[in-house]
């Protein structure tokens, strides 16, 4: 049905028209006031904070002086942080697909993995990768399989990123269950009644319409993955965690290193979050008709 266009003769004005248009610039107005007033109550709790903080003796002209120390492992953590969002959303998607399997071999896998990763700590899972696996490859050295020992002993780096990998896969999984069970059973039937396999209707109708669903989500997972690599620090990687507390143990000063790296951790959030939200809105004119 064509939409017909009103149009008023030359001189007159349209009153819905032009209350609209006042009431969306109100609304504007309103919005503006209120990012301001924020605005204004977020420096004044830095300022109290930074006040306090100069009676607590912080030394601000020592973070300006060494704050480059640890900005140089700004991108060591990006890179860990990428790595492994990269590799846990494989796994996820792998888990996932076997959570919603009809196979009992599938589900007892994924399930247990899920289950096992979900109720450990990430520190723990760090340590029994970095020096629990080492010991296996011993092990098999011992039994005349030197080649396969070797792959077990892995270097601080690579334990990082299989540590986090594992860790945010198990919990991304979940999400990508609920994405794809999202997308209605509808889309299903009507795809294996024109002859589609499992494999051929998930990759064609599924998965790109669960995407929109589940890249948000993704987005929350990496950002909350940047601050948790930080623990990869006790294996002696040279991130930013790593670099403030090396570099404050030379001269005891824990507070300035320590909130260098948590004003870098915050902007790189920050930062992370608008990408993230860009990401969003590009996806949504996407599905627009």
């Known amino acids: 049905m064509a939409l017909e266009t009103v149009r008023h003769p030359p001189g007159m004005n349209d009153p819905d028209l032009d209350m609209g248009l006042a009431l969306l610039a109100q609304k504007r107005k309103e919005r503006i006031i209120l990012v301001v007033k ?20 912080f030394e601000p002209a020592y973070v300006f002086k060494h704050y480059n120390f640890v900005l140089l492992g700004l991108w060591t953590t990006i890179g860990i942080s990428l790595a492994s969002i990269a590799f846990a959303t ?9 959570r919603l399997s009809n196979s009992a071999i599938a589900q007892g896998v994924s399930g247990l993995y899920v289950s096992l990763i979900r109720g450990t700590p990430l520190l723990i899972q760090i340590y029994l990768i970095y020096l629990g696996l080492p010991q296996i490859g011993q092990q098999l050295n011992l039994l005349g399989f030197p080649q396969l020992g070797r ?11 299989l540590a986090l990998s ?19 059973h509808g889309q299903r039937e009507a795809a294996e009644s024109i002859g589609m396999t499992r494999w051929q209707y ?19 997972q990496f950002i909350a993955m940047q601050k948790d690599s930080a623990q990869v620090s006790v294996m002696g ?30 902007f790189l959030t920050i930062f992370s979050s608008w990408l993230e939200g860009l990401l969003e809105r590009r996806l949504a004119h996407a599905y627009e008709r």
Do not use: C
């Open 202 to 220: 998930m990759r064609r109708i599924i998965l790109p319409q669960a995407v929109r669903v589940i890249i948000p989500d993704i987005g929350n």
């Open 151 to 161: 792959l077990f002993t892995l270097t601080a780096l690579q334990s990082g990123i």
């Open 90 to 98: 494989i796994l996820a998607l792998l888990g996932a697909l076997g």
């Open 38 to 57: 924020i605005g204004v109550v977020w420096i004044g709790l830095v300022a109290f904070l930074l006040a306090v903080l100069l009676q607590l003796r």
């Open 237 to 266: 990687i040279w991130e930013m965690t790593y670099r403030a507390n090396r570099f404050a143990r030379q001269d005891s000063k824990f507070l300035e290193m320590f909130l260098t790296a948590a004003l870098f951790y915050w």
């Open 166 to 184: 594992l860790n945010y896969g198990a919990y991304m999984t979940e999400i990508f269950r609920a994405g794809i069970q999202s997308i209605s």
